[in-house]
């Protein structure tokens, strides 16, 4: 489990004084453990992975907001941060992967219209979960949508 994981990492962090380390692993574990709270349940896996995904775009678009401001120190640490997140997510699928189910999605719900999209998206999301990146995602099914 990815909840058991960043806490043996938390305690290596601690043994091995990287502080840096150490403090976005207590990030991530004080995110998962705040919604737990908030919703007085114990997470299952598929929704602390969503948590840190939701974890990486924030990182994301912080680090754009650095380079925008020209803040590359901060900008470093965001990028530092998000591999440490990316350590604790599956592998997100190639774009040949994802082109792949797109193409099956559109044929099993057989949409043929831009209109569809949300439909589609709705399904892949569910079928992949969080292997694949929304925004990318949205891409590629807008690509093979254009093309009907």
């Known amino acids: ?8 990492a938390i305690i290596t962090a601690l043994r091995s004084h990287d502080k840096q380390r150490l403090m976005a692993l207590r990030t991530l574990k004080s995110a998962i453990r705040q919604v737990e709270i908030d919703q007085r349940v114990e997470l299952e ?6 948590i840190l995904q939701g974890q990486l ?14 803040r590359q120190d901060l900008a470093d640490t965001e990028e530092y941060e ?7 997510l ?9 082109e792949e189910a797109v193409k099956k999605a559109i044929d099993e719900l057989a949409v043929t219209a831009m209109s569809d999209m949300g439909r589609v998206m709705k399904y892949l999301k569910e079928e992949l979960g969080s292997q694949a ?9 807008r690509n093979h949508l254009s093309n009907k």
């Open 90 to 98: 599956p592998q997100p699928l190639t774009d040949a992967e994802l």
């Open 82 to 88: 998000m591999e440490i997140i990316r350590e604790y």
């Open 57 to 70: 775009k924030q990182r994301e678009q912080a680090k754009e907001l650095y380079i925008q401001g020209g």
């Open 133 to 141: 990146d929304g925004k990318r995602l949205s891409g590629i099914v």
């Open 1 to 8: 489990m990815v909840k058991t994981r960043l806490e043996e």
């Open 45 to 50: 896996e598929e929704a602390v992975l969503e």
